[in-house]
């Protein structure tokens, strides 16, 4: 046995879970914090011990999991382990894939290294793919997972989620796509989780515009008027009343011209149509950044514009009113006007913290992260850190996982974070977790909300800006998400509609 059982608490449902596991590809749904790594190791054990000659593939979506699940792995089973990732070269992975016996990885590495045929499934006896609703479409999970169940002699696949979708087809192709033959659910209030699930105080703090972002709110929507008059101009969306046209109404005529052109159409009115749509799409980002985010990010992007070289920039800045309103803006940002919902954070902040506690603050937009760590950095106590993904100007996957582990050991106590710090982080003794906007995504609501309180108790806020984006999403988010409880309660009373026959005929 390599497991080190007096280190794991003895739970029924983990149990359970794990004596279904060991019969045939399962799919497990469970709420964060309530061990699905624990569950994953246990099924390690027990395939090393059937299986001594073989290995294990543990995916995880970022670097900084699949890490994490590396070092909580280290404390919980005496097996030679393996991280592999982009950082180090494709020889020297597959060095790691002929030494370690449990290798740790990020989907994207694994397929380049599929591909390349520098790593060969013969020998893998298990196969635990964590944030399984990822398992959909072109993503690197599928591919894996076919391939994977292609090639090993005794092939064994655990998928984990805490929130898998909230739409029947999706879960049904995440099983498909996983070949699922067993499906183990348990929510917040069943009875042998109960014990184990931390309260979380979930507080709305709403807030209004003051009347000086009003005026330029006013003005911006008059600019995006004018520009949807444009467009029905050039005939097109002429039917539709401007007062239904809206975002995603823009964005879908969008990608209807853009196959258009890809189809080899090309006409004055296509193309005007397309730089009409793309400016619409800016205007809308503008709006957003402005009523839901800060007056200091909404100027960034103007400024962006402006600076701009498409034909679309160079018209939005050539625009009378866009001059005006960028103008005001300025005089507004000089005059110490800016979202309330900074002020609210400094509140948040003075009731309810501490320098013994640590907060994550979520927030959708890197320039956004930027104002928050700058907003609060001069607060008594308070020692930000900002914690953004790869990208352009973006941290390292070595920078993020330095990070982590520097807010854990408490050089830091507060994370100011955008989506990268969502999904399946287990960062001990976070205390706060305030979500700078609300966002239409009931998965990653579940998930920024699993972000603490994991355990002990905890405290959530969040903000939300009358009249704006933030209240629809908010209502958004909670009927997605009682449709997910409802989608989920139904497999779990009826777990056959889901399941696979454990062979390929899902691929062929």
């Not at 990732?85 to 397929?111: H, L, M, N």
């Amino acid at each position: 046995m390599t497991l080190f059982k007096e280190k794991i608490e003895n739970r029924e449902y983990q149990n359970k879970i794990f004596e279904t596991a060991k019969t045939g590809n399962t799919l497990v749904v469970l709420p964060t914090g309530l061990g699905k790594t624990i569950i994953s190791a246990m099924l390690v054990d027990y395939r090393l011990e059937k299986y001594p000659s073989s290995k294990i593939l543990f995916l995880a979506p970022t670097k900084p999991l699949a890490n994490q699940h590396y070092r909580t792995f280290s404390s919980l089973l005496s097996v030679k382990q393996g991280m592999a990732s982009g950082s180090v070269s494709s020889s020297s992975r597959g060095k790691i894939y002929e030494d370690a016996q449990v290798i740790f990885a990020t989907p994207q590495t694994i397929e380049n290294d599929m591909e390349k045929k520098v790593i060969d499934f013969s020998d893998f006896s298990l196969l635990i793919v964590d944030e399984a609703h990822h398992a959909i479409g072109n993503y690197s999970y599928v591919k894996i997972a076919k391939r994977y169940s292609e090639q090993s002699f005794h092939p064994l696949i655990l998928g984990l989620t805490a929130s898998p979708a909230s739409d029947r087809e999706k879960i049904k192709m995440i099983c498909s796509n996983l070949q699922i033959a067993n499906v183990e659910i348990r929510s917040d209030d069943d009875a042998d989780v109960v014990p184990y699930i931390q309260k979380k105080d979930i507080e709305e703090v709403k807030v209004d515009l003051p009347n000086e972002m009003i005026e330029l709110s006013n003005n911006l929507k008059l600019l995006i008027s004018e520009s949807i008059s444009e467009l029905q101009d050039t005939g097109l969306l002429k039917n539709t009343q401007k007062s239904r046209i809206n975002r995603v109404t823009i964005l879908l005529l969008q990608k209807s011209l853009q196959r258009q052109m890809l189809s080899g159409k090309r006409n004055y009115y296509l193309i005007r149509g397309i730089i009409l749509t793309s400016k619409l799409l800016k205007l809308y980002h503008a709006y957003n950044l402005l009523s839901t985010q800060s007056l200091t990010a909404f100027l960034n992007f103007l400024e962006k514009v402006q600076k701009g070289k498409a034909k679309t920039d160079k018209e939005l800045s050539s625009n009378s009113r866009f001059i005006e309103i960028t103008k005001r803006t300025s005089e507004l940002i000089e005059q110490g006007i800016e979202h309330p919902k900074l002020k609210q954070l400094e509140l948040i902040f003075s009731k309810h913290f501490n320098e013994d506690k640590k907060a994550i603050i979520f927030a959708q937009y890197r320039d956004t992260v930027e104002v928050i760590y700058n907003s609060i950095s001069h607060l008594p106590g308070v020692r930000p850190i900002e914690f953004i993904g790869q990208g352009k100007g973006g941290l390292s996957q070595k920078e993020q996982v330095n990070i982590i582990r520097d807010f854990e050991s408490g050089v830091y106590n507060v994370l100011v974070s955008t989506s990268v710090s969502e999904e399946g982080m287990s960062i001990k003794g976070v205390d706060i977790a305030i979500f700078y906007e609300t966002i239409p995504s009931a998965i990653r609501n579940i998930q920024r909300r699993g972000r603490v309180g994991r355990f002990s108790a905890g405290s959530i806020f969040i903000l939300i800006t009358r009249g704006t984006n933030d209240e629809g999403y908010y209502w958004l988010s909670k009927k997605r998400e009682k449709t997910m409880k409802k989608i989920i309660k139904n497999i779990k009373d009826n777990p056959d509609t889901i399941k696979q026959d454990g062979t390929l005929h899902p691929f062929i």
